[in-house]
């Protein structure tokens, strides 16, 4: 890592040298063997066989954990084995028997451990003790619990204003962590609660809340299996959701039709062989995309603009034969004014935005007026755009145009990415958390609660940058990793006089630190969480707004570990003076918390009774039965327009993407099965046309530039990957490329970075 003179050097994230690249014909198809063989190597080399074989056998089921790797949810139906590779891995991470105490961090100093890369930081083990980086100090030391929580709470009862101090939390923190710790947070005096939805998929909550009134999805699982047709639009599910690969393949059997919108073939999107379909593995597995659609980057409000078009002209030319106008009339508002937008957009306007033909999109329309119950599923490919909402919304005029909300088989799906996500937002995660909200927990808790905006990740970063936030607190999470343009993240955090993280394992915000830095060590969800009335299990939300307990049985890493909600519940206690509940009672006992949680929050009514019967409970979600939660019960239609997405010339638009082999900054392994490439994760892929164009050969190692906001961001000795990629379109890893995601390009109303589009240059080394 290099010093941070904004501008002209480049934060590096340290790469692995040990092998050269390595590039091969990727895999035809998700799943196999490969993907079993993939699970064992990790989880055994890891955990050892004893750990490995309990903690897979109680993966997402009744009485087991849930799997900290995505949200998908697991249905009623659950097999032995409720697991995919990739959780595997995230299992395997979490629960291997390496770790890391006090010796280590006396024989690493922190200048040492930047120059590591984030596959070697992660590999070093788990957390064992709490350790404290004093001002000036070159290597963390150890500390007690009792004098690590004394010294953040001294730190923060001496802020002048509790505006001072921003909480961020990943969203693997369990419904009862978080909901204690936006408690305390509020009852010590601010909203400032940042946290990785605003980098997800806080335009998926924008655009659905504006639209239908409800910020979540408004699929069941069981809804694949009648769905007549699935959107999957910008997301990889063959590595970042490979159980959603199982709800495709129930779908296609039952004879549903796939569309995919993706620059990219994204294998997963193609074939699966379902690892415990026997006839799948043998054979050749089942093929799942009917209509491949090779949208350009962000093109994706001109592609469904098109596809609306083309539905309109249908409904013209067969008039009632395509729109549900009785739908319309009854439940909707604005489609005057939509059809009125989306007959003068030109087709040439249409073409040239999306990158696709009329016929291409013309087909896509034929599926969907052909489907009587359609889903559209998406991800990060929609929301990481400055117009990220308008990306999600126009999802939505497309689903009600045919009415498909409120019945079996059809809605809206984006699917999250961290495993309980969800649930913290849902119990009050939420640097804008509604009024509604915020009078009903300060009447419960008797506090008068901070009303106004808190920050969100990027204005948190500018107000550390600005110093008017001097105390950084992480619940989870790796923020220096996770956040955009790295190098002035990178000040923003060692411009704060204190940094402390909830962590799990070493990473790179561990490493660039406040004056002081604090890491408290805490259990991991697989672990035996045993506290004074017995043990505990906690309980999360998936991506379907469906709520299960979790319960961990695997011996803890170390004795000296504490749960989130202890390690919270401490400091609260310790830095309110008395004020506020009985804070150690509630982390004794996490019935006590969810009976809180009950009285704050609609939906959780006898929560402690109905989470214990296996299936866990169903949230409140009006749009699933066609009752839609904006002010006058009626769903809107919005107009969205094209976004100007014309490069200058010679430049490249660059989306950051997820290899096969990591989850978000842990980095499992340096292996992209699914695209071919092994041992670099500092490359770029590249349309071979574009690559002719700037004279640059495949293969050749480049540097990337950003210019934004009258600065350039350098990200040095990428190599070049020839690809099936739209021209003009290239894409590279996160967090390698981080650096080049400019901190003031970030979606209108939902803040979050653009880190689908950045606009970049790749030139030759000098
Ligand atoms: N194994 C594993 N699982 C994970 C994660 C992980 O890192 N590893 N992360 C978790 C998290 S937090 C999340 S949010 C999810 C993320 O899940 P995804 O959203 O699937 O993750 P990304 O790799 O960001 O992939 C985005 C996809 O969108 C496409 N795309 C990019 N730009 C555009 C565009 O403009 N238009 C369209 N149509 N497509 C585009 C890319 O080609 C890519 O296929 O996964 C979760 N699950
Ligand atoms: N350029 C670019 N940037 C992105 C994205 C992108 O697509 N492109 N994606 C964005 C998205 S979708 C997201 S969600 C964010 C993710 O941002 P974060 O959630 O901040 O990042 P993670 O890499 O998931 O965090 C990993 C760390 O969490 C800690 N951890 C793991 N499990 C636990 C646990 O149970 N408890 C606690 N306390 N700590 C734990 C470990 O120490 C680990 O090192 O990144 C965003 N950043
Ligand atoms: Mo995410």
Request: glycine content about 10%; proline content about 4%; some cysteine.
């Amino acid at each position: 890592m290099s010093s941070n003179a904004l501008g002209d050097e480049a934060f590096e994230q340290p790469p692995d040298l040990h092998e050269k690249v390595k590039r091969y014909k990727a895999s035809s198809a998700a799943g196999g063997f490969q993907a079993i063989w993939q699970s064992l190597r990790h989880t055994l080399g890891e955990m050892g066989l004893y750990r490995s074989v309990k903690s897979l056998l109680l993966v997402n089921q009744k009485r087991g954990f849930d799997c900290p790797g995505c949200a998908w949810p697991e249905g009623k139906k659950r097999s032995r084995f409720e697991f995919c590779e990739n959780g595997a891995k995230a299992i395997a991470e979490e629960a291997t028997r390496k770790k890391i105490d006090a010796s280590f961090f006396e024989k690493f100093s922190v200048e040492e451990l930047a120059k590591w890369s984030d596959f070697k930081l992660g590999r070093s083990g788990r957390l064992t003790h709490p350790m404290v980086l004093d001002r000036g100090a070159t290597h963390y030391r150890e500390i007690s619990w009792k004098e690590g929580i004394r010294r953040v709470a001294e730190a923060l009862k001496s802020l002048p204003d509790p505006n001072r101090a921003c909480f961020y939390t990943s969203g693997r923190a369990s419904n009862e962590a978080a909901f204690l710790y936006q408690l305390f947070v509020r009852m010590f005096g601010t909203n400032n609660l940042p946290d990785c939805s605003n980098m997800c998929h806080e335009s998926s909550g924008v655009g659905l809340s504006s639209t239908i009134g409800i910020g979540k999805g408004t699929v069941s699982l069981g809804d694949f299996e009648k769905a007549d047709a699935v959107f999957v639009i910008g997301q990889n599910p063959g590595t970042n959701h490979p159980r959603m690969l199982t709800a495709l393949r129930s779908a296609k059997r039952k004879g549903a039709k796939i569309v995919s919108i993706n620059p990219l073939r994204e294998v997963g999107l193609f074939r699966f062989k379902h690892p415990q379909k026997v006839g799948d593995m043998f054979g050749s597995g089942t093929e799942l995309t009917d209509l491949y659609l090779q949208v350009k980057i962000n093109g994706d409000v001109a592609a469904l603009k098109g596809v609306m078009k083309r539905l309109f002209e249908m409904e013209s030319e067969r008039p009632g034969s395509v729109l549900d106008m009785s739908f319309i009339e009854t439940n909707c508002e604005g489609f005057e004014a939509f059809r009125s937008d989306t007959n003068n957009t030109d087709w040439g306007s249409i073409e040239e935005g999306s990158g696709l033909t009329k016929e291409e999109l013309g087909s896509a329309a034929e599926i969907y007026a052909k489907a009587n119950r359609v889903i559209i599923c998406w991800s990060m490919g929609l929301t990481q755009h400055v117009n990220g909402v308008s990306n999600v919304q126009s999802c939505v005029n497309l689903l009600l145009m045919r009415g498909n909300f409120g019945r079996e088989g059809a809605g809206a799906c984006p699917v999250r990415g961290h495993s309980n996500v969800q649930g913290n937002r849902t119990v009050g995660v939420w640097e804008n958390a509604p009024d509604s909200f915020l009078q009903k927990i300060g009447e419960v808790m008797n506090f008068d609660p901070p009303r106004g905006h808190g920050l969100a990740v990027v204005p948190a970063i500018e107000a550390m940058k600005n110093g008017k936030v001097s105390v950084f607190f992480g619940l989870g999470g790796n923020f220096i990793s996770a956040t955009p343009d790295t190098d002035y993240t990178d000040m923003a955090l060692r411009s704060c006089d204190m940094t402390v993280h909830v962590s799990t394992k070493l990473n790179r915000s561990h490493l660039v630190t406040g004056k002081e830095a604090l890491i408290f060590p805490c259990l991991v969800r697989s672990e035996i969480d045993e506290q004074p009335s017995g043990d505990q299990f906690v309980t999360v939300e998936d991506s379907m707004g469906l709520v299960h307990r979790s319960e961990g049985h695997l011996e803890p890493a170390s004795q000296n570990l504490w749960s989130e909600v202890r390690i919270v519940a401490e400091l609260a206690a310790e830095v309110l003076d008395g004020k506020g509940p009985d804070w150690l009672e509630l982390s004794d006992d996490y019935d006590k918390i969810r009976d809180l949680i009950e009285k704050v929050i609609p939906g959780f009514e006898r929560f402690n009774e109905r989470v214990r019967e296996p299936d866990g409970f169903e949230l409140p979600n009006g749009p699933r039965s066609g009752r839609f939660g904006t002010p006058d019960g009626r769903a809107c239609f919005t107009i969205n327009p094209i976004p100007n997405t014309k490069l200058k010339s010679g430049r490249l638009q660059m989306m950051t993407i997820r290899s096969h082999d990591q989850y978000n900054t842990t980095i499992y392994g340096l292996h992209d099965r699914y695209r071919g490439v092994s041992f670099d994760r500092r490359i770029v892929l590249v349309n071979r046309k574009d690559l002719d164009r700037l004279k640059i050969t495949d293969n050749e190692r480049v540097d990337i530039t950003s210019s934004f906001g009258g600065r350039n961001r350098i990200a040095r000795n990428f190599l070049c990957v020839a690809y099936d990629i739209p021209e003009g379109c290239c894409a590279t890893y996160f967090p390698e490329a981080n650096v080049l995601v400019p901190i003031e390009k970030f979606a209108e109303r939902s803040l979050t970075p653009a880190s689908k589009s950045v606009e970049v240059q790749i030139s030759k080394r000098n």
